[in-house]
């Protein structure tokens, strides 16, 4: 997370992301948020963003310490899962997206109008993993991937993947 507001802050990112059921893990993008926040805004950012989709599963990077008691204190984010960055670095983050992305398991809405979606594939493609300047939506897609392969086992017991589902959508790597 990011938290200031001024206009040399990395943006913090939300994504809202579908996980079709079945051992495929794919994975649909369904909306992406990347904004500056004041640090006693993320949480209410997270809060309009559950309000709107109604997530069944909310993961938040870890991050500054008040981080946890702003969140608690939204009664629209489901319990969350804490996601630890370990230290590891974005790349090495980022590999589970880009595993998941090369084998063509991600997809983007048909409908290309959404005004997140040029910035995102523009952060995707420019990428880097060297101490790039946007990197906050790439690093949101890699704790999608990551909670993809998380609870694959789980998600693989609701039964197979539906590819009718997929016939709307567009790959994001072709």
């Known amino acids: 997370w990011a938290w200031s507001q001024k206009d040399t802050a990395d943006h913090s990112a939300i994504g809202t992301f579908a996980l079709l059921p079945g051992p495929e893990r794919y994975i649909l993008i369904l909306d992406v948020v990347s904004e500056r926040y004041a640090l006693h805004e993320l949480a209410r950012a997270i809060a309009a963003v559950c309000r709107r989709w109604r997530p069944s599963l909310v993961g938040i990077e870890q991050g500054h310490p008040s981080l946890h ?36 398991k991600i997809f983007l809405p048909e409908d290309r109008t959404p005004s997140w979606i040029e910035p995102f594939l523009n952060q995707l493609a420019s990428f880097t993993g060297l101490d790039d300047d946007s990197d906050d939506m790439v690093d949101m897609l890699a704790w999608a991937a990551y909670m993809a392969q998380r609870f694959q086992d789980a998600y693989a017991r609701v039964g197979e993947a539906v590819p009718e589902l997929l016939g709307g959508g567009q790959e994001l790597w072709q």
């Open 69 to 104: 008691d702003d969140v608690r204190e939204q009664r629209d984010i489901p319990e969350p899962t804490w996601l630890p960055t370990q230290g590891k670095p974005k790349l090495t983050r980022a590999i589970p997206a880009i595993t998941l992305g090369e084998s063509h």
